[in-house]
Protein backbone atom coordinates (compact mmCIF):
# COMPACT_ATOMS: atom_id res chain seq x y z
CA UNK A 1 0.00 0.00 0.00
CA UNK A 2 1.65 3.51 -1.44
CA UNK A 3 2.16 5.81 1.77
CA UNK A 4 -0.09 8.26 1.09
CA UNK A 5 -3.46 10.28 2.10
CA UNK A 6 -5.03 6.83 0.33
CA UNK A 7 -2.79 4.35 1.85
CA UNK A 8 -3.38 6.25 5.22
CA UNK A 9 -7.16 6.43 4.95
CA UNK A 10 -7.25 2.67 4.06
CA UNK A 11 -4.93 1.36 6.61
CA UNK A 12 -7.72 2.41 9.44
CA UNK A 13 -10.34 1.32 7.48
CA UNK A 14 -9.03 -2.21 7.44
CA UNK A 15 -9.07 -1.94 11.45
CA UNK A 16 -12.71 -0.87 11.13
CA UNK A 17 -13.41 -3.61 8.85
CA UNK A 18 -14.78 -1.08 6.27
CA UNK A 19 -14.43 -1.55 2.48
CA UNK A 20 -11.14 0.34 1.03
CA UNK A 21 -11.38 3.62 -1.26
CA UNK A 22 -9.82 3.81 -4.35
CA UNK A 23 -8.34 6.73 -6.16
CA UNK A 24 -11.22 7.59 -8.30
CA UNK A 25 -13.82 7.27 -4.99
CA UNK A 26 -11.21 9.00 -2.61
CA UNK A 27 -12.65 12.78 -3.43
CA UNK A 28 -16.64 11.88 -3.41
CA UNK A 29 -16.28 9.67 -0.35
CA UNK A 30 -19.09 10.74 2.43
CA UNK A 31 -20.14 9.72 5.35
CA UNK A 32 -18.33 6.87 7.60
CA UNK A 33 -15.33 7.65 5.26
CA UNK A 34 -15.65 11.13 5.52
CA UNK A 35 -14.90 11.33 8.97
CA UNK A 36 -11.93 8.63 8.72
CA UNK A 37 -10.77 11.08 6.39
CA UNK A 38 -10.76 13.75 8.82
CA UNK A 39 -8.99 11.47 11.77
CA UNK A 40 -5.94 10.76 9.50
CA UNK A 41 -5.64 14.88 9.41
CA UNK A 42 -6.41 14.93 12.79
CA UNK A 43 -3.63 12.51 13.89
CA UNK A 44 -1.35 14.41 11.69
CA UNK A 45 -1.77 17.70 13.24
CA UNK A 46 -1.58 16.60 16.70
CA UNK A 47 1.67 15.07 15.93
CA UNK A 48 3.04 18.10 13.54
CA UNK A 49 1.78 20.43 16.80
CA UNK A 50 3.30 18.29 19.55
CA UNK A 51 6.83 19.87 18.87
CA UNK A 52 8.11 23.23 16.91
CA UNK A 53 11.35 21.58 15.83
CA UNK A 54 10.61 17.89 14.14
CA UNK A 55 13.69 17.76 11.76
CA UNK A 56 11.48 16.50 9.01
CA UNK A 57 9.68 19.52 8.66
CA UNK A 58 12.73 21.60 8.61
CA UNK A 59 13.38 23.53 5.72
CA UNK A 60 15.87 25.94 3.96
CA UNK A 61 14.89 28.78 2.14
CA UNK A 62 16.89 31.51 0.63
CA UNK A 63 15.54 35.34 0.04
CA UNK A 64 16.48 37.53 -2.84
CA UNK A 65 17.13 40.85 -0.74
CA UNK A 66 15.48 44.14 -2.49
CA UNK A 67 18.48 47.07 -2.77
CA UNK A 68 16.88 49.70 0.19
CA UNK A 69 13.97 47.18 1.72
CA UNK A 70 14.70 46.48 5.35
CA UNK A 71 11.65 44.24 6.05
CA UNK A 72 10.55 40.89 4.54
CA UNK A 73 7.47 38.15 5.52
CA UNK A 74 7.97 35.34 7.15
CA UNK A 75 6.96 31.80 4.86
CA UNK A 76 3.23 31.13 4.70
CA UNK A 77 4.22 27.94 6.09
CA UNK A 78 6.78 28.86 8.72
CA UNK A 79 6.09 27.77 12.37
CA UNK A 80 8.96 29.05 13.60
CA UNK A 81 13.09 31.19 12.21
CA UNK A 82 15.85 29.77 13.48
CA UNK A 83 17.78 33.56 13.44
CA UNK A 84 20.89 32.30 13.97
CA UNK A 85 20.68 30.28 11.22
CA UNK A 86 20.75 33.63 8.93
CA UNK A 87 23.76 33.78 6.26
CA UNK A 88 24.44 35.88 3.14
CA UNK A 89 25.15 33.63 -0.12
CA UNK A 90 28.51 33.89 -1.43
CA UNK A 91 27.73 35.64 -4.90
CA UNK A 92 30.61 36.43 -6.98
CA UNK A 93 28.80 38.47 -9.78
CA UNK A 94 27.78 40.56 -6.77
CA UNK A 95 31.63 40.22 -4.78
CA UNK A 96 30.22 39.05 -1.51
CA UNK A 97 31.34 35.77 0.24
CA UNK A 98 29.26 34.01 3.47
CA UNK A 99 28.50 36.17 6.09
CA UNK A 100 26.46 35.13 9.14
CA UNK A 101 23.90 37.75 9.69
CA UNK A 102 23.99 38.35 13.80
CA UNK A 103 20.72 38.55 15.20
CA UNK A 104 19.73 41.81 17.02
CA UNK A 105 16.70 42.44 19.20
CA UNK A 106 13.57 44.47 18.22
CA UNK A 107 14.33 46.71 20.78
CA UNK A 108 17.74 47.47 20.14
CA UNK A 109 16.39 47.74 16.06
CA UNK A 110 14.37 50.44 17.42
CA UNK A 111 16.26 52.47 19.42
CA UNK A 112 19.73 52.11 17.12
CA UNK A 113 18.68 51.48 12.97
CA UNK A 114 14.68 51.88 12.37
CA UNK A 115 15.43 55.09 10.83
CA UNK A 116 16.79 52.79 7.87
CA UNK A 117 13.24 51.93 7.17
CA UNK A 118 11.69 55.67 6.46
CA UNK A 119 15.47 56.90 4.92
CA UNK A 120 15.32 56.94 1.21
CA UNK A 121 19.01 57.55 1.17
CA UNK A 122 21.32 55.77 -0.83
CA UNK A 123 24.32 56.53 0.76
CA UNK A 124 23.38 54.53 4.21
CA UNK A 125 22.86 51.05 1.88
CA UNK A 126 25.75 48.74 2.47
CA UNK A 127 26.04 44.66 2.98
CA UNK A 128 23.78 43.86 5.66
CA UNK A 129 25.07 42.80 9.11
CA UNK A 130 22.57 41.69 11.53
CA UNK A 131 18.30 40.26 11.29
CA UNK A 132 16.15 40.99 13.53
CA UNK A 133 12.87 39.01 14.51
CA UNK A 134 9.83 41.94 14.25
CA UNK A 135 6.64 41.47 15.78
CA UNK A 136 4.37 41.25 12.66
CA UNK A 137 5.99 37.89 11.00
CA UNK A 138 8.41 39.65 9.13
CA UNK A 139 12.49 40.01 9.40
CA UNK A 140 14.34 43.21 9.11
CA UNK A 141 17.85 43.07 7.69
CA UNK A 142 20.10 45.56 9.01
CA UNK A 143 22.04 47.57 7.40
CA UNK A 144 19.47 48.07 4.19
CA UNK A 145 20.78 45.71 1.37
CA UNK A 146 23.01 47.91 -1.32
CA UNK A 147 22.28 44.83 -3.93
CA UNK A 148 20.12 42.16 -4.31
CA UNK A 149 22.12 39.76 -2.42
CA UNK A 150 20.66 36.08 -1.53
CA UNK A 151 19.96 35.43 2.11
CA UNK A 152 19.82 32.06 3.27
CA UNK A 153 18.33 30.54 6.44
CA UNK A 154 16.11 27.53 8.13
CA UNK A 155 12.92 27.05 9.36
CA UNK A 156 10.45 24.59 10.75
CA UNK A 157 7.49 24.46 8.49
CA UNK A 158 3.50 23.67 9.58
CA UNK A 159 2.77 21.25 7.18
CA UNK A 160 -0.74 21.70 5.67
CA UNK A 161 -3.82 19.19 5.48
CA UNK A 162 -3.58 16.24 3.24
CA UNK A 163 -6.34 16.49 0.30
CA UNK A 164 -5.89 14.95 -2.69
CA UNK A 165 -5.39 10.68 -2.27
CA UNK A 166 -1.82 11.21 -3.84
CA UNK A 167 -0.68 13.49 -1.34
CA UNK A 168 2.28 12.76 0.96
CA UNK A 169 2.90 14.07 4.86
CA UNK A 170 6.21 15.23 6.12
CA UNK A 171 6.10 12.52 8.31
CA UNK A 172 8.50 10.13 7.36
CA UNK A 173 6.89 6.30 6.56
CA UNK A 174 9.19 4.41 9.37
CA UNK A 175 6.44 6.63 11.65
CA UNK A 176 2.76 5.36 9.43
CA UNK A 177 1.90 3.31 12.58
CA UNK A 178 2.11 6.50 14.62
CA UNK A 179 -0.66 8.20 12.12
CA UNK A 180 -2.72 4.97 11.80
CA UNK A 181 -2.46 4.79 15.95
CA UNK A 182 -3.44 8.42 15.82
CA UNK A 183 -6.27 8.60 13.50
CA UNK A 184 -7.60 4.79 14.93
CA UNK A 185 -8.18 7.38 18.20
CA UNK A 186 -9.69 10.21 16.36
CA UNK A 187 -12.20 7.92 14.41
CA UNK A 188 -12.97 6.89 17.64
CA UNK A 189 -13.64 10.02 18.90
CA UNK A 190 -15.73 10.72 16.48
CA UNK A 191 -18.04 7.40 16.48
CA UNK A 192 -18.23 8.19 20.32
CA UNK A 193 -16.35 5.26 21.73
CA UNK A 194 -15.04 6.79 24.40
CA UNK A 195 -13.54 3.64 26.13
CA UNK A 196 -11.49 2.20 22.43
CA UNK A 197 -10.24 6.40 22.36
CA UNK A 198 -8.65 6.40 25.93
CA UNK A 199 -7.16 3.09 25.48
CA UNK A 200 -5.41 3.73 22.08
CA UNK A 201 -4.53 7.11 22.95
CA UNK A 202 -2.75 6.00 25.49
CA UNK A 203 -0.58 3.75 22.51
CA UNK A 204 -0.39 7.43 20.17
CA UNK A 205 0.65 9.32 22.98
CA UNK A 206 3.79 6.31 24.23
CA UNK A 207 4.74 6.52 20.73
CA UNK A 208 4.94 9.82 19.58
CA UNK A 209 7.22 10.17 23.22
CA UNK A 210 9.45 7.63 21.29
CA UNK A 211 9.49 10.02 18.32
CA UNK A 212 10.43 12.92 20.10
CA UNK A 213 13.71 10.56 21.83
CA UNK A 214 14.68 9.40 18.68
CA UNK A 215 14.68 13.11 17.10
CA UNK A 216 14.74 15.75 19.89
CA UNK A 217 15.54 14.37 23.26
CA UNK A 218 19.40 14.86 21.91
CA UNK A 219 22.78 16.34 23.66
CA UNK A 220 25.76 17.37 23.00
CA UNK A 221 28.92 15.28 24.16
CA UNK A 222 30.58 18.36 26.45
CA UNK A 223 34.12 17.41 27.56
CA UNK A 224 35.48 19.22 30.47
CA UNK A 225 38.42 20.79 30.13
CA UNK A 226 39.40 21.40 33.83
CA UNK A 227 42.67 20.49 35.42
CA UNK A 228 43.15 18.93 38.70
CA UNK A 229 46.32 18.20 40.66
CA UNK A 230 47.26 14.52 41.75
CA UNK A 231 48.81 15.18 44.82
CA UNK A 232 50.59 11.82 44.80
CA UNK A 233 52.42 12.02 41.33
CA UNK A 234 52.34 16.12 41.17
CA UNK A 235 50.88 15.92 37.73
CA UNK A 236 48.00 17.48 36.46
CA UNK A 237 44.80 15.24 34.85
CA UNK A 238 41.89 16.49 32.25
CA UNK A 239 39.17 15.52 33.75
CA UNK A 240 36.04 14.47 31.31
Keep these: MAYDYLGLVNDVNRRL ?6 SSNFATATGEYSMIKDAVNAS ?3 INQHEF ?3 FNHVEEEEVLTAGLVRYAFPSDAKVLDFDSFRLKRD ?3 GNSTVKLKPLSYEEYLESYVDAEYNTSTGIRQVPSFVVK ?3 QEFAIVQP ?4 YTVVYEYYR ?3 DLINPTDVPTIPEQFRYVIVNGSMHFAYLFRGEGQEAAIVQQRFEQEIKQMRSLYINRYDYVRSTVLTNNLATN ?3 TTV
Design 134 to 136: TPS
Design 17 to 22: NEVELT
Design 53 to 55: EWP
Design 92 to 94: STL
Design 44 to 46: LRF
Design 145 to 148: PDKA
Design 158 to 160: LPV
Design 235 to 237: TRV
